[in-house]
């Protein structure tokens, strides 16, 4: 008996593509959510299409998710060889174009956006050099992103944190431009859970369309799944693009 | 065959929490002179033939890009070592 398996996630499956938009997932040597993230996709009406690390052909998507997990291993840095790879350099390009890319980083993804410089600062050691795996708090800093238009200012949402490298730090003329120009897009609420500079969970670009943060929104979409076996905090992140890319408004 | 060593460190501003802890594991050993330990990381990139000054300004350019994040990290060293 065969059994093949697929070297990258099969996201043939019918779904319920109500929107018509199409939402790339990449994967990377070494990804573990990239699955989930298509999951999401799905589960917010929109097309997941897989695309390879090694590939350069964007498959004309509307939006990229770059998804958790364990790129390379982290050698060297988290991060820091998948930024080279031939996938982001087309992602790098679409983000920066005039228009501008949906692009959003999930942990080994968000630091993968720094190591491209697509988003500023970079991710060390949490500062208790545990891996930490929990539900998390979140305020929500900023709702005008791609990602977060279907959240209000202010909010405060539970989604899974899972990580060894989640210390977000930048220099402090960094940290003030963030927060002066209202980028800051998630904090951490009650507990620093890897001393993050200023309770920094997530950031967004200039622009409002590239998204990085540490916590894992695709693993809280679906009741029975999430944090406390309900929570579906996470789902908005995905409708939010969807809304965005049909030019819809909140 | 000669190496061009890449020494790298964290930025003296970033806190380093692995060193912290060696730090802290130290004088359960019994070394008690040391106030803190940062650490760092050591590259050996081998070259076949004679380390040119081409090759070495190439071992620059890969520390800057490559090897080290010049957003929490320094180049601190990059030398030649004969065999």
């Known amino acids: 008996m065969s059994t093949e398996l697929p070297l990258i996630g099969d996201y043939s499956t019918p779904g319920t593509e109500l929107s018509g938009a199409r939402i790339g997932v990449v994967t990377f040597p070494g990804t573990l959510d990239d699955r989930d993230a298509a999951r999401a996709v799905r589960a917010a009406g929109a097309e997941a299409v897989a695309l390879w690390h090694g590939d350069t052909d964007l498959q004309d998507v509307d939006a990229v998710i770059i998804p958790g997990g364990f790129s390379y ?119 620093n859970p890897n001393g ?42 995905f409708t939010s693009v969807v809304t965005q890319l049909v030019g819809g408004k909140k | 065959m000669p190496r061009i060593v890449v020494d790298v460190m964290l930025k003296p501003e970033i806190l380093d929490p692995q060193g912290k802890a060696i730090a802290g594991a130290l004088p359960r050993l019994g070394f008690s002179s040391f106030e803190a330990v940062r650490q760092g990381k050591r590259f050996e990139l081998t070259v076949e033939g004679e380390v040119t000054e081409e090759i070495l300004a190439q071992a620059r350019e890969a520390a800057e890009t490559l090897l080290s994040n010049p957003v929490i990290e320094d180049v601190v060293n990059v030398e030649v070592v004969a065999d």
């Open chain 1, 73 to 191: 291993g982290d050698y060297l840095r988290a991060g820091a060889i998948s930024r080279f790879a031939p996938m982001m350099a087309k992602i790098v390009d679409a983000a920066n174009s005039e228009a501008r890319l949906p692009v959003l980083g999930i942990c080994n993804g968000f630091q993968i956006l720094t190591e491209s410089h697509l988003l500023p600062g970079s991710m060390i050691k949490n500062d208790h050099l545990k891996f930490i795996c929990r539900d998390q708090l979140l305020r929500v800093e900023n709702n005008e992103t791609a990602w977060t238009n279907q959240y209000d200012k202010g909010e405060e949402i539970t989604i899974v944190l899972k990580n060894q490298d989640g210390q977000y730090v930048a220099d402090e003329k960094v940290l003030d431009e963030l927060v002066a120009e209202n980028r800051v897009a998630f904090s951490y609420v009650g507990w």
């Open chain 1, 196 to 237: 993050s500079r200023r309770s920094i969970a997530g950031i967004s670009n200039k622009a409002g369309n590239v998204v990085g943060l540490m916590p894992h929104p695709e693993h809280a979409i679906e009741s029975g799944f999430g944090p406390d076996h309900r929570g579906t905090d996470g789902l908005r992140f």
